[in-house]
DNA sequence: AGCACGCCGACT
DNA sequence: GTCGGCGTGCTC
């Protein structure tokens, strides 16, 4: 009997209800070159469009009832066994579909592209051509002097018009074009780019003052850009309030031009050649490696938690252990989280580990993570530093994966698929009998009751480095800091303790936990509440721009001074966000400099980077920001710490809210204690007798776990259940609605008929917040277990759903153990 | 998500 | 009689 060759594909573009390997017939010419893990390009569906595959599985068939290959890409296969096995997993476990998992494991710059593309149906007659319209007859000459077939855009510009023109697509109706998809392996440079005036500023100028020449939108940009000289793209929609069409059809118009700036500078400048000799360890630290290494080679998978303070010298143990496990020819991933990414820590690495490091995040240029992947790939680093995606890296002989700051919420992904790099790592390490090393001060409470209960092994440093002391923390009280007058965002204690920082010429951090300068506006007259037209969100006003913005869809407005329901004209700014702070401490102290760090001040690359460093340098006095100044660098000369308020994160509707609230607290009351003499933190609360705040003013992590623990025991949360959330979002409120009720039925059926199978299933709700970007959002929580009855039966009610009209314009997910809840 | 197949209304 | 509405089902 005749036997074929038949590729088993992932598919992209596939909904998870009809996700599955699809089977190909190789072609004869690919028969010896095809392995699994290499892209293809296949025909899907009932017109047969294009669509990238990767190969699952290659296998002989005499089944012909399938369609052949379309191209194989590569000859070589990229994707590993391992990862593919990963693929299917993270399917199991994240409920994405197969291709959006292998995605994860391909950097973006191999990503093919397809393109509805033009060419000549037949050389056209003369009679032919002169029938078209100057426009067309423009297309047909352009597309009749091209080398290849030719994407709509260029044809549209040949003529001089839009994308959006209709005119390809007629000639294709006439006979004179036909239309394929066409394969391109580079993808178009991705978009983190600046902008400058191409034309010279008198001309921007004449622009500005002319009548119709560009719209009023456009000519807000190139006002900014006019002022500012250059400006990234994310600068200038941000300080004209405009979208990023805008300032494309600004470059399109010659009138401005992108290009892009390096932000990286080459990691391997200015490092030694020579690598620095491994640090000799402290008997604390000693231990901790000696427990670890002996863990690491029992040459089985395993998992421990380093639970150490910063500033107790974890990373001298990770790379005395690193050592351990390159010298066995094995493999390392360290993952830190995005913003502790410095050039410093990388600077470490190389400085230890020379160009065996490869360093993978999300500032490279997509040519940068290329190389770095292939690299990795080929073997010439063994050792690679990165964040969350860095957990895909494409080892092989793995022998230890090590996440620092193992609490991040950056470790978990929010888009699908929806997984948390710990659990990848579990994979990895189980499958190449590696260790997994989680690091934290905080950790999170799943972990330490993993490491309590004997599923990881705990291994403790919590000695601070010289003996560091402990900061001294004073709670204010802002119900009577209202009640004796004073309205301000800073205690009379806050400021005093500011003011001797300032006599003594040490640094003061504060923290508030919210950007712009007020967070809310309302009505005086009619109380109404200045909300987001697309979101059910209020603006926050920010002074820099004098706009007032939504800080989910980036819409923002002129800050206005009536109310847009009753016309009142007394508007009331309250609230106190980074930059109102700012200004409050400029006007207690007007010699001080201050620093303020948010998104908004720090948007390039770098920009927190270079922003700390100047701190670090004393250049400041004090520093004003969100989370952001919490994480990161030390430093030593900063002994005064204020929290301007702590309730808002703590009184939260998560139960994650005291988890969150106690680990950032604990950060930043840290900061200040990190030299010899002990530094003071200010915390101002309206509730000081609360008991989080207590404790993570002793910085008593174990006393918070016992009191948490305790709280999620009774009322039933992780790590004593699982929670899995259905996410149901879409345009129209009532259709989001419907398919979660529908949805919610299916879910009970389905409990009802696996009765064995314990489950907690709450009514579908709207989402604490309840429309994002024009799209309402309804939930319903699961309190579950997650094991595979659990998962198999999400599986089928989400394959079910998929097939029902309810949900032809909801979009439904499903969230294992989401880490908030909003 | 797209696309084809199929079964009822109103319109030449 | 048939053109086109969109409900239903399938994607190797
Ligand atoms: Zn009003
Ligand atoms: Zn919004």
């Not at 440079?189 to 622009?207: C, D, G, K, N």
């Not at 190389?350 to 993978?360: H, N």
């Not at 660098?633 to 139960?655: E, H, K, R, W």
């Not at 969150?660 to 930043?668: D, I, K």
Request: charged share 25%; proline share 4%; aromatic share 8%.
């Amino acid at each position: 009997m005749p036997s074929f060759k038949i590729a088993e594909v992932a598919v992209e573009g596939t909904a998870y209800h009809f996700d599955k390997p699809y089977c190909y017939m190789v072609p004869d010419d690919m028969k010896n070159e095809i392995k699994p893990g290499a892209r293809v390009v296949v025909p899907f569906g009932a017109g047969n469009k294009r669509r990238r595959g990767i190969v699952l599985a290659v296998e002989n068939s005499d089944d012909m009832s399938c369609k052949p290959l379309l191209t194989l890409v590569d000859k070589q296969p990229l994707i590993s066994e391992e990862m593919l096995a990963l693929a299917a997993w993270l399917k199991g476990r994240t409920f994405c579909t197969l291709y959006e998992a292998l995605r994860l494991m391909l950097p973006a710059g191999l990503n093919l592209h397809i393109t509805k593309t033009y060419k000549l149906d037949h050389k056209p007659s003369e009679a032919e051509f002169l029938m078209l319209s100057p426009d067309e007859q423009c297309m047909l000459r352009y597309v009749s002097r091209a080398r290849g077939p030719v994407d709509r855009e260029s044809l549209a510009k040949a003529a001089g018009l839009d994308a959006t023109t209709p005119l390809p697509d007629l000639l294709v109706q006439r006979g004179l074009l036909v239309c394929e998809d066409s394969v391109f392996d580079h993808s178009p440079e991705a978009s983190a780019r600046m902008v400058r005036l191409a034309i010279t500023q008198e001309e921007a100028e004449e622009l500005l003052e002319s009548q119709g020449e560009i719209t009023k939108k456009q000519k807000s940009a190139l006002k900014t850009v006019l002022d500012a000289g250059a400006a990234t793209v994310k600068e200038v929609m941000y300080f004209s309030g405009v979208s990023q069409s805008v300032i494309t059809a600004l470059v399109k118009k010659g009138i401005f031009e992108q290009f892009e700036k390096r932000v990286y500078r080459d990691p391997y400048k200015g490092i030694a050649k020579t690598k620095s000799e491994p640090e000799t360890l402290s008997e604390e630290q000693q231990n901790a490696y000696n427990a670890l290494v002996s863990r690491y080679r029992s040459g089985k998978a395993c998992a421990s938690l380093l639970f150490g303070v910063t500033g107790s010298g974890k990373t001298q143990v990770f790379m005395r252990l690193i050592d351990d496990v390159r010298a066995d020819n094995r493999t390392v991933i360290v993952l830190v989280p995005e913003i502790s990414l410095t050039p410093q820590t990388v600077a470490r690495f190389y400085a230890r580990f020379g160009k065996d490091v490869a360093v993978l995040h999300s500032g490279l240029s997509l040519g940068e993570r290329l190389d770095e992947w292939q690299r990795i790939k080929d073997g010439g680093a063994g050792i690679v530093v990165g964040t969350r995606s860095a957990i895909f890296a494409p080892l092989k002989n793995l022998g230890l994966i090590i996440i620092d700051e193992e609490q991040e919420y950056t470790y978990k992904s929010e888009s699908s698929p929806r997984y948390h790099a710990r659990d990848v790592a579990r994979f990895r390490c189980a499958y190449s009998n590696a260790m997994l090393l989680l690091a934290s001060a905080t950790p999170s409470i799943e972990t330490f009751y993993a490491a309590q209960t004997g599923r990881y092994e705990l291994t403790r440093l919590d000695k601070r480095y010289g003996n560091a002391k402990l900061p001294d923390v004073i709670m204010v009280d802002m119900k009577n800091e209202i009640a004796t007058g004073n309205n301000s965002t800073i205690s009379r204690r806050l400021a005093q303790e500011i003011e001797k920082n300032l006599e003594n010429g040490e640094q003061s951090i504060l923290l508030i936990n919210r950007r712009g300068y007020n967070t809310f506006v309302s009505c005086a007259a009619c109380g109404h509440v200045l909300t987001c037209p697309n979101c059910s969100i209020a603006l926050t006003y920010h002074a820099a721009n004098h706009r007032l913005m939504c800080h989910y869809c980036g819409y923002s407005i002129e800050a206005r001074t009536k109310c847009p329901e009753c016309s009142g004209s007394f508007l009331k700014y309250s609230g106190t966000g980074t930059q109102k702070a700012e200004q409050a401490i400029e006007e207690l102290f007007p010699t001080a400099r201050v620093l303020r760090m948010d998104t908004d001040t720090a948007s390039g690359r770098y920009s927190h980077e270079r922003m700390l460093e100047q701190f670090g340098k004393d250049k400041y006095d004090i520093l004003i920001g969100t989370q952001m100044v919490a994480k990161g660098l030390d430093f030593p000369n900063v002994t005064l710490v204020g929290v301007l308020s702590a309730d808002q994160s703590l009184y939260l509707n998560d139960f994650r809210a005291a988890e969150r609230t106690f680990s950032l607290l604990t950060q930043v009351i840290g900061r200040a204690g990190r030299r010899a003499s002990p530094g003071r933190a200010v915390i101002q609360t309206q509730t000081p007798e609360n008991e989080v705040l207590r404790l993570a003013a002793k910085q008593d992590y174990e006393a918070f776990y016992k009191s948490e623990t305790a709280f999620r025991r009774e009322l039933l949360y992780p790590p004593f259940c699982d929670i899995c959330e259905f996410g149901f979002t879409g345009i129209s409120e009532t259709a989001v609605k419907n398919a979660a009720h529908d949805f919610f039925m299916r879910l009970k059926d389905a409990i009802e008929s696996n009765k064995n199978i314990p489950i907690r299933i709450m009514e579908p709700s709207p989402a604490e917040i309840a429309r994002i970007a024009g799209r309402y959002r309804y939930r319903i929580i699961a309190k579950c277990r997650n094991d595979k009855h659990f998962r198999a039966l999400v599986a089928s009610v989400l394959e079910s759903c998929g097939k029902s009209p309810l949900y032809r314009k909801v979009s439904v997910f499903a969230d294992m153990n989401p880490l908030d809840m909003l």
